[in-house]
């Protein structure tokens, strides 16, 4: 898959109205009955994964609405900072499977995918047959759960390396960028 696709540029690029981005997480771990599926939105969707994905591979499941933030780290000479993996409001069944995984040796896998909406469609829904982005794989540890709270330490090579589009928006190929 490529870096991106162009549903997945023209939505960052122009914001129409009628399209959006939403990301993803799929957390996986032995002692989870079932992954736990989150996307960034006010409402669950039923999206598809890729022929690649770790569980349910080409499948369509559902991503329950939730609130979360990947923080990135301070910037710092000494050492390389970590990114937070921040959920919040989380259910009891999600607090309780990861409070299972926390006295694991082994960490929670989890996949980063964005997918492209069309809120015009019949029913709403995504426009590709997969993920929009490249999917992104690391595993989570060092959760701490508080409250309706649930941060972890982001573990992967290639947080650092994640390509981002490096299209030239021009006026001719964008022209929602200019008045």
């Known amino acids: 898959m490529a870096s991106e696709t162009e549903a997945l540029r023209e939505a960052l690029a122009s914001a129409p109205a009628d399209r959006i981005h939403v990301a993803t997480i799929e957390l996986r771990h032995a002692t989870f009955d079932q992954p736990v599926r989150v996307v960034q939105d006010d409402q669950d969707w039923a999206l598809p994964l890729e022929a690649t994905a770790p569980l349910n591979p080409g499948e369509t499941v559902t991503f329950v609405a939730l609130s979360f933030a990947l923080e990135l780290p301070d910037i710092n000479r000494d050492a390389p900072g970590s990114v937070k993996l ?27 995918r964005y997918y492209v909406l069309d809120l015009s469609a019949d029913p709403p829904g995504p426009v590709s047959s997969g993920p929009d982005m490249a999917p992104r794989n ?42």
């Not at 649930?150 to 490096?166: H, N, R």
Request: proline share 4%; with cysteine.
């Open 138 to 179: 690391f595993e989570v540890g060092d959760v701490t759960i508080s409250d309706r709270t649930a941060i972890g330490t982001c573990y992967a090579p290639d947080f650092a390396s994640i390509l981002v589009s490096a299209d030239k928006y021009t006026r001719a190929r964008f022209p929602g960028l200019v008045s």
């Open 86 to 112: 921040r959920l919040d409001n989380v259910s009891r069944t999600i607090g309780e499977a990861l409070s299972g995984a926390r006295t694991s040796q082994y960490p929670v896998g989890a996949t980063l």
